[in-house]
């Protein structure tokens, strides 16, 4: 136990330098240049809140931003977590090639955001160009392409956290409810989402 504890700065050290390399000095360094006005990180000058100001000033289209913003990542969250949840009560049925569409679905999660970006833009724009529209025509097109793109990539991932834990409810609890009447969608809301 001596020896872990001797040696235990050197194990901690490269996950503490990657910490501190990756994100706490951008992010303070993000901060601070949020009071300055730069075109470089090396010529900056401290301006105070007037950033600030400015962004929630409301003619500087931030708050607009930051509107679609908002309404992309709830809107992401909720079709992500229940489409994922709905293919996880699917895939964990004793069904024929269960476990080929697991790893169906959850390949888009494999690849980058900046390619499966870039793929899906040619497919909306493709789409799109035989009505004469681009994805940058509508900003409901731009908005519809984000949730077509997290959803693609997101709902593997969160499917397999489902499935993680719908697999880990105990037999018994379910067999109970059916022994005691419970129907599918009681079993459903009372064991299976709790």
């Avoid at 910490?19 to 901060?31: D, M, R, S, T």
């Avoid at 100001?53 to 977590?81: E, P």
């Avoid at 880990?168 to 599918?184: C, H, Q, Y």
């Amino acid at each position: 136990m001596r020896s872990v504890k001797r040696y235990f700065p050197i194990f901690i050290l490269p996950t503490l330098l990657a910490f501190l390399i990756a994100f706490l000095i951008p992010f303070v360094l993000g901060i601070y240049l949020s009071f300055t006005e730069f075109t470089t990180v090396t010529n900056a000058r401290f301006i105070g809140f007037s950033n600030y100001v400015t962004a929630f000033s409301g003619d500087s289209g931030f708050l607009n931003s930051l509107w679609f913003t908002l309404k992309v990542a709830v809107t992401s969250v909720i079709s992500i977590n229940v489409s994922a949840f709905l293919l996880a009560l699917l895939l964990t049925r004793n069904i024929l090639g269960t476990k080929f569409f697991r790893t169906v679905f959850f390949m888009p999660n494999l690849i980058g955001g900046i390619v499966l970006g870039y793929i899906w833009q040619l497919i909306i724009n493709g789409v799109l160009l035989r009505f004469g529209y681009s994805i940058t025509s509508k900003p409901l097109f731009g908005f519809l392409g984000l949730i077509v793109l997290m959803n693609w990539q997101m709902i593997g991932y969160m499917m397999i956290i489902y499935i993680a834990g719908i697999s880990n409810i105990p037999t018994d609890i379910a067999e109970a409810a059916k022994v005691d009447g419970a129907g599918s969608l009681t079993t459903l809301f009372i064991i299976t989402i709790p």
